[in-house]
T-cell receptor, first 112, second 116 residues
Framework: GENVEQHPSTLSVQEGDSAVIKCTYSDSASNYFPWYKQELGKGPQLIID?????GEKKDQRIAVTLNKTAKHFSLHITETQPEDSAVYFC???????????FGGGTRVLVKP | GAVVSQHPSWVICKSGTSVKIECRSL??????MFWYRQFPKQSLMLMATSNEGSKATYEQGVEKDKFLINHASLTLSTLTVTSAHPEDSSFYIC????????????FGQGTRLTVV
């Protein structure tokens, strides 16, 4: 089955700096790669996703890149703010709406 | 739109008892719902896939007789933890796939189960 590795497990950045989280996956059949933000005691919230026919996608301060050949994808957050502090998860699946395999998570702390 | 609600948000039960968690899609129909479990400071792990009107598909290592899943309608799936033990204490999260739209599955807010 699919295996998703996520790095780093913790990330501390100064407010205004950028944060980058990287994930690799094992199943070349995966075509859908979402990123979730999870705050304490809450369910995961989709922040951005990318499909395999696209190499990059951007939404304001958040961007995701995908390299299907190398089987890795990354989340980039620019101009970080304290409210960006949370746990972020990458995931992979065959298609949007299918079951997800999650990475281990990255705890991001944005210091004011 | 696309709201998924879980009930209860948190529950405490005694060891040996059973507890039922509901997952509802409030404004759309969902033929498929997914149940995940998340232990403290860990990732989400898929437990089972629930399809309306048929038996759930369980992931390897998940006891189907312990975690009973029922998906009786297009808007409701339930997870019953039977004979709960302290090691079942976890955060249970469901997600629901829209019956028609080709979009991501939408997550509920999660249910914190504590078995004492």
């Amino acid at each position: 089955g699919e295996n998703v590795e996520q790095h780093p497990s913790t990330l501390s950045v100064q407010e205004g700096d950028s944060a980058v989280i990287k994930c690799t996956y094992s199943d070349s059949a995966s075509n859908y790669f979402p990123w979730y933000k999870q705050e304490l005691g809450k369910g995961p919230q989709l922040i951005i996703d990318i499909r395999s026919n696209v190499g990059e996608k951007k939404d304001q301060r958040i961007a995701v890149t995908l390299n299907k050949t190398a089987k890795h994808f990354s989340l980039h957050i620019t101009e970080t703010q304290p409210e960006d502090s949370a746990v972020y998860f990458c995931a992979a699946s065959m298609a949007a709406g299918n079951k997800l395999t999650f990475g281990g998570g990255t705890r991001v702390l944005v210091k004011p | 739109g696309a709201v998924v609600s879980q009930h209860p948000s948190w529950v405490i039960c005694k060891s040996g008892t059973s507890v039922k968690i509901e997952c509802r899609s409030l404004d759309f129909q969902a033929t498929t719902m997914f149940w995940y479990r998340q232990f403290p400071k860990q990732s989400l792990m898929l437990m089972a896939t629930s399809n309306e009107g048929s038996k759930a598909t369980y992931e390897q290592g998940v006891e189907k007789d312990k975690f009973l899943i029922n998906h009786a309608s297009l808007t409701l799936s339930t997870l019953t933890v039977t004979s709960a033990h302290p090691e079942d204490s976890s955060f249970y999260i469901c997600s629901a796939r829209h019956r028609v739209k080709n979009t991501e599955a939408f997550f509920g807010q999660g249910t914190r189960l504590t078995v004492v």
